[in-house]
């Protein structure tokens, strides 16, 4: 197999995470439509969010200890067709708990099998540019909002909300279902760390001693916080800009242009990573996400809308990949699926926040502004939780 097939999984992987976290964000874009079509609470259909982001860290965690043990491919597969069959069945339900169950659950544990399992894979088919590799696999998430959202914001348009959401079930069966079968296990030699290569300080660690570690305790409170900070903003976006007297496409636009900007956000921050390292590229991240969240405080018109989209979607779209990065140079490639399945699971936890607290604040005031203050101090708290980080393993000559 040709070295340069590496490529190949890096493309297989970003198609999976466009499909599979496109699909599940597509439910901001049905909120609306599904509240007055069903008389359902926002914060009811905003909670089926709230149980894929739980859902998602737990199924994150099994899913990439299933990898580590059996190889990525047959997690993926699973998590293609359950996928499909979510939506399909989320499309038909009659209650708003079926609903939740259907989409909430059903969801949420088939976009976990993509997401941690596919980040430890591509780690183990490079040994040089990383950051670059895992940040690209991630751009699919930033390739959503550009493709899947307006995709059902047409439907929704030219049909109604159940035939869009059924559409876009089968379309996720045709193109998840092929990609699957580029899926690969990395050669021995790109998996071996030796010569120069930095050592992992946990590399040699057990499942239960790395995840009491001072390292995956700071990784995973950091990454806790930075998505607990962005979850509602991101979620609760379209519907705020459509309460600020944007249009309704317009408005999705704005959705989309985050997702653009993420996908420059993600080669941005990994090409930087790269060169000067990736906890001072990380913090500062956080820092301005947090300000750009306090900032739509002060924002009404479309214009406006923008220009702060092409900022907070190029941050929160920069910094995620690299948790992966730094899982795999505390922990090694050998553990990994687990660990950053772990990771993933705090990060969804913080992730199942937002929208639900977005939901339940609208509700109460009408309006978003302590969603947005609230995920502002909340990103603050991800800034100092960073700064804590141990230090990166230093690169040690190892024997032949």
């Given at each position: 197999?040709?070295?340069?097939?590496?490529?190949?999984?890096?493309?297989?992987?970003?198609?999976?995470?466009?499909?599979?976290?496109?699909?599940?964000?597509?439910?901001?874009?049905?909120?609306?439509?599904?509240?007055?079509?069903?008389?359902?609470?926002?914060?009811?259909?905003?909670?089926?969010?709230?149980?894929?982001?739980?859902?998602?860290?737990?199924?994150?965690?099994?899913?990439?200890?299933?990898?580590?043990?059996f190889g990525a491919r047959i997690v993926v597969m699973t998590g293609a067709v359950l996928l499909g069959l979510a939506l399909v069945l989320a499309s038909r339900a009659g209650s708003l708990l079926s609903f939740q169950i259907t989409y909430g659950v059903l969801?949420?544990?088939?976009?976990?099998?993509?997401?941690?399992?596919?980040?430890?894979?591509?780690?183990?088919?490079?040994?040089?540019?990383?950051?670059?590799?895992?940040?690209?696999?991630?751009?699919?998430?930033?390739?959503?909002?550009?493709?899947?959202?307006?995709?059902?914001?047409?439907?929704?348009?030219?049909?109604?909300?159940?035939?869009?959401?059924?559409?876009?079930?089968?379309?996720?069966?045709?193109?998840?279902?092929?990609?699957?079968?580029?899926?690969?296990?990395?050669?021995?030699?790109?998996?071996?760390?030796?010569?120069?290569?930095?050592?992992?300080?946990?590399?040699?660690?057990?499942?239960?001693?790395?995840?009491?570690?001072?390292?995956?305790?700071?990784?995973?409170?950091?990454?806790?916080?930075?998505?607990?900070?962005?979850?509602?903003?991101?979620?609760?976006?379209?519907?705020?800009?459509?309460?600020?007297?944007?249009?309704?496409?317009?408005?999705?636009?704005?959705?989309?242009?985050?997702?653009?900007?993420?996908?420059?956000?993600?080669?941005?921050?990994?090409?930087?990573?790269?060169?000067?390292?990736?906890?001072?590229?990380?913090?500062?991240?956080?820092?301005?996400?947090?300000?750009?969240?306090?900032?739509?405080?002060?924002?009404?018109?479309?214009?406006?809308?923008?220009?702060?989209?092409?900022?907070?979607?190029?941050?929160?779209?920069?910094?995620?990949?690299?948790?992966?990065?730094?899982?795999?140079?505390?922990?090694?490639?050998?553990?990994?699926?687990?660990?950053?399945?772990?990771?993933?699971?705090?990060?969804?936890?913080?992730?199942?926040?937002?929208?639900?607290?977005?939901?339940?604040?609208?509700?109460?005031?009408?309006?978003?502004?302590?969603?947005?203050?609230?995920?502002?101090?909340?990103?603050?708290?991800?800034?100092?939780?960073?700064?804590?980080?141990?230090?990166?393993?230093?690169?040690?000559?190892?024997?032949?």
């Amino acid at each position: 197999m040709s070295f340069s097939y590496r490529w190949v999984i890096v493309a297989a992987g970003a198609l999976m995470s466009c499909v599979a976290i496109g699909t599940m964000f597509s439910l901001a874009i049905f909120l609306e439509p599904m509240a007055i079509d069903t008389n359902w609470s926002r914060a009811g259909i905003s909670s089926a969010m709230t149980l894929n982001f739980l859902v998602m860290g737990l199924g994150g965690f099994a899913w990439g200890a299933i990898s580590d043990r059996f190889g990525a491919r047959i997690v993926v597969m699973t998590g293609a067709v359950l996928l499909g069959l979510a939506l399909v069945l989320a499309s038909r339900a009659g209650s708003l708990l079926s609903f939740q169950i259907t989409y909430g659950v059903l969801v949420g544990l088939a976009a976990s099998a993509f997401f941690a399992p596919m980040i430890a894979l591509t780690t183990g088919w490079f040994d040089t540019n990383r950051s670059l590799a895992v940040s690209l696999v991630s751009a699919g998430m930033g390739v959503a909002p550009m493709t899947i959202s307006p995709f059902a914001r047409w439907l929704i348009s030219a049909y109604d909300w159940r035939t869009a959401m059924f559409d876009i079930g089968i379309t996720a069966w045709v193109l998840l279902l092929p990609a699957v079968l580029l899926v690969r296990q990395p050669p021995k030699p790109v998996m071996a760390e030796t010569g120069s290569a930095p050592v992992a300080e946990g590399a040699g660690l057990t499942v239960g001693k790395a995840l009491r570690s001072p390292q995956f305790i700071v990784l995973g409170l950091t990454f806790f916080a930075c998505c607990a900070a962005h979850s509602g903003p991101i979620f609760h976006m379209v519907s705020y800009a459509m309460l600020c007297g944007v249009a309704p496409m317009a408005a999705v636009s704005i959705y989309s242009v985050e997702g653009l900007a993420g996908l420059g956000g993600r080669l941005f921050y990994g090409v930087l990573a790269d060169r000067l390292g990736v906890k001072p590229v990380l913090i500062a991240g956080l820092a301005i996400q947090a300000i750009v969240i306090a900032a739509y405080l002060s924002i009404s018109r479309l214009e406006q809308f923008y220009m702060l989209a092409v900022i907070f979607g190029a941050t929160y779209g920069g910094v995620m990949p690299l948790y992966a990065v730094l899982a795999r140079e505390y922990f090694g490639q050998r553990i990994l699926g687990t660990v950053f399945g772990a990771a993933t699971m705090l990060s969804s936890l913080g992730m199942a926040l937002g929208p639900l607290a977005g939901g339940m604040v609208f509700d109460a005031y009408a309006n978003y502004s302590w969603l947005f203050i609230g995920s502002a101090l909340i990103g603050l708290g991800a800034v100092g939780i960073a700064i804590a980080f141990p230090p990166l393993p230093r690169r040690e000559l190892q024997p032949a």
